[in-house]
């Protein structure tokens, strides 16, 4: 055997096998294909099976959420249910492909919910790819059973990674200045919601002006500004504690505090004997330190997400623009050159975008460019749209919206809206009254 | 009468029988003769015949391998390899998370001589393993493939799609 092994006849077969082998898919055949679609994947979501009465409506309530999440993000179309041609099954049941292919459907959700006792449940799903027949992901959780709405945005955030790539953002909250009341008597309170508009909270009762919330990038805490006896005070609340820390009082107007990426600094703008420049103030030594010094109005000043950079609006050359500066308020250099005035603007959490406000023709804009200006694209647009914040993963906008005012002179209402960076779906978040200056927060740490 | 012939018959016969059994003799020594040298040639025979086997299976190999670059020589135009790729792109839905994916997706892909897709293979595992960009765009791609069966094959060159790779390349989705 091993002669037979070493002689060149069975060499010259093993050349001439691997030989072929290597060429089975010969590469000289070899199509590139450069182009495709950008458009929501149509997806089916059956009701999650449940043994009994309750299990059946936590089931079905599990689909339901998952499927406004979905449909939400602007990257995927919901097949109504009732065109369904096969009942949902258990995730542990390999579905019978053919009867999802035609309806057009390209992914499969499947799930359970299982009683385990009077408060536990057992919440299982499995994604399938419809086209290639096979599972791409599964998951099963033992949770409260009050915890199903979680559990949704959980399941949510695993679809969504596991189709896009992309970090889902189900998982989060939002912090927003909830108004009512007259115009002239406007009341505003800090309230916190869930992503979606559910499990709302008023964190502060209306005896004092709250403006611009803003969550760190790293802890569930929120900075914000508050006129307390018309002072103007710059507060950090946390979330998880429910106590509030006042960081400073600063005479004159305060802007739009915001926090630092690593969560040590806020950065901010202060007005002072008519000019208004950016700050920055250290959380540990409450050190303050000034990176701008002009006679025009620099205000609401944001990180890039390394740190190293900060853009802000500035009048200094005539309108308003936006600028960027190095963390130490060194070269500064104008980005926008777009027609109308543009403000607000934020660094998306993965730096390759900056969300802003434009004003042009009577006419607001919500948009997107690259940090150097370049491609500029604008998502929405309407009578006042202002105040854009980021979601976690980068690819979804929140801001708030006004309506013209109504002839009576009453001021028309304000509310929260959401919209994907290709600009595809605008939705409202429905919260129980007026909002305005909303800002996200990251994942909730598990 | 009745001996005679007998007589005269026993004889022949005899002679006969002699010569059968001389010639049997003969016979069976060249056959054994003849078997010897078979022997011999059979063991020579069946060295070569091993040999001259392999050689042939070798050729048969070489000659499929001949037929196949012949086969490569039929040369694709600019508009077969259009139809494909126009046709395909249609089915390719891909997420702008795909910017993130910075190389080209190869899928080895087996067709029927009808254009209908046998198999769809995502040629780089490991990076579809440890990639979550990567994986996704490649499931799209997959789909894409899955979904444009059969393809539309240039007419008389079908053996070329038998096996071959399409490369997908995300880099049209920018600036999200």
């Known amino acids: 055997m091993r002669n037979y092994l070493n002689s060149s006849f069975f060499k010259v077969l093993i050349f001439f096998y691997s030989f072929l082998i290597s060429n089975s898919f010969a590469d000289d055949v070899r199509i590139k294909i450069n182009s495709g679609q950008v458009e929501p994947l149509p997806i089916a979501i059956a009701d999650f099976t449940g043994g009994e009465g309750k299990a059946n409506e936590i089931g079905r309530q599990i689909a339901e959420v998952i499927s406004n999440n979905l449909v939400g993000s602007g990257q995927f179309k919901a097949v109504e249910s009732a065109a369904f041609i096969a009942p949902p099954t258990s995730p542990s049941v390999r579905p019978n492909f053919t009867d999802w292919t035609p309806l057009g459907i390209k992914a499969l959700i499947t799930g359970s919910v299982k009683n385990i006792n009077e408060q536990q449940v057992e919440v299982e799903f499995r994604l399938w790819d419809v086209i290639a027949e096979t599972d791409l992901i599964g998951l099963r959780l033992s949770v409260n059973e009050k915890s199903w709405r979680r559990v949704a945005h959980i399941i949510s955030d695993e679809i969504f990674e596991r189709l896009s790539g992309d970090s889902g953002y189900f998982d989060t909250r939002i912090v927003y200045v909830a108004e009512s009341g007259a115009q002239n008597k406007r009341l505003k309170r800090l309230a916190i919601m869930d992503q979606d508009g559910e499990n709302h909270q008023y964190l502060t009762d209306g005896s004092f002006l709250v403006l611009t919330p803003r969550f760190s990038p790293t802890t569930q805490e929120i900075t914000y500004l508050a006129y307390f006896k018309n002072e103007p005070r710059v507060y950090i609340f946390n979330l998880e504690t429910g106590e509030q820390e006042l960081l400073g009082s600063f005479p004159g107007m305060t802007f739009a505090p915001r926090f630092s990426p690593q969560g040590d600094k806020i950065i901010m703008s202060l007005a002072e004997k008519g000019v208004t420049d950016i700050y920055t103030m250290n959380l540990n030594n409450q050190e303050v330190v000034r990176l701008t010094n002009s006679p025009s109005i620099d205000t609401s000043p944001s990180f890039s997400p390394d740190g190293k950079k900060i853009i802000f609006n500035s009048d200094r050359g005539g309108s308003q623009q936006i600028y960027i500066m190095d963390a130490s308020g060194k070269n500064i250099k104008r980005i926008s050159y777009g027609q109308g005035r543009y403000a607000t603007p934020v660094w998306a959490p993965k730096g390759k975008l900056i969300a802003f406000t434009k004003m042009f023709k009577n006419t607001f804009y919500i948009g997107v460019m690259s940090p150097d200006g370049s491609g500029e694209r604008l998502l929405a647009k309407g009578y006042l749209v202002e105040g854009p914040t980021w979601a976690p993963n980068g690819r979804v906008l929140m801001y708030f919206k006004q309506d013209a005012p109504i002839d009576d002179g009453k001021s028309s209402s304000v509310n929260l809206y959401k919209i994907d960076i290709t600009g595809f779906r605008e939705t409202r978040v429905i919260t129980p009254s007026d909002g305005s200056d909303p800002a996200w927060s990251p994942l909730i740490p598990n | ?176």
């Open chain 2, 1 to 176: 009468m009745g001996g005679f012939k007998p007589k005269c018959l026993q004889p022949e016969a005899e002679i006969i029988k002699n010569r059968q059994k001389e010639s049997l003799a003969k016979g069976i020594l060249n056959t054994l003769a003849k078997s010897q040298k078979k022997v011999e040639k059979n063991k020579k025979d069946k060295k070569e015949y091993n040999n001259t086997e392999i050689l042939k299976k070798i050729k048969k190999i070489a000659g499929n391998s001949n037929r196949q670059v012949q086969q490569t020589e039929i040369k694709l135009s600019i508009t077969d390899i259009n139809k494909i790729q126009n046709h395909v792109k249609k089915f390719w839905n891909v997420s702008y998370a795909a910017s993130e994916v910075k190389m080209v997706i190869t899928l080895k892909i087996r067709t029927s001589v009808d254009g209908s897709i046998k198999s769809v293979i995502i040629y780089d595992k490991n990076l579809y393993q440890k990639d979550k960009f990567y994986r996704a765009t490649a499931d799209t791609a997959r789909r894409a493939v899955l979904d444009s069966s059969p393809l539309p094959l240039p007419k008389g060159k079908e053996k070329k799609f038998e096996n071959f790779l399409f490369d997908f390349d995300p880099s049209f989705i920018t600036n999200y």
